[in-house]
């Protein structure tokens, strides 16, 4: 009997504690980004929200972008725990 091949994972932009599904193919993903970006530069509802997350998109395929990402990432992350660990440690007035 043939075996089916599974499918590779959903790809998926976290943002937040939130998951959206990004388009499987790479032209669906330049797309979507070139379009949020263009969409985030026209005042209106999305408005400035979208730019990020359209560049976001753009940099899943380009590697040092998505290398760059990644260690903005972790440096905001690591400023994030050094401010909180700081601020906890203050004494209340």
Do not use: N
Request: glycine share 12%; aromatic share 4%.
């Amino acid at each position: 009997m043939t075996e089916i091949p599974e499918r590779p994972p959903r790809m998926a932009l976290k943002i937040g504690r939130f998951r959206l599904p990004v388009p499987r193919s790479r032209s669906g993903r330049v797309g979507a980004g070139v379009g949020l970006v263009i969409l985030g530069v026209i005042p209106g509802p999305p408005g400035p929200g979208a730019i990020p997350v359209g560049l976001t998109l753009l940099t899943m395929d380009h590697a040092p972008s998505r290398r760059w990402r990644r260690k903005a990432i972790v440096r905001v992350g690591r400023r994030w725990q050094r401010t909180s660990r700081r601020l906890s440690r203050r004494p209340s007035e």
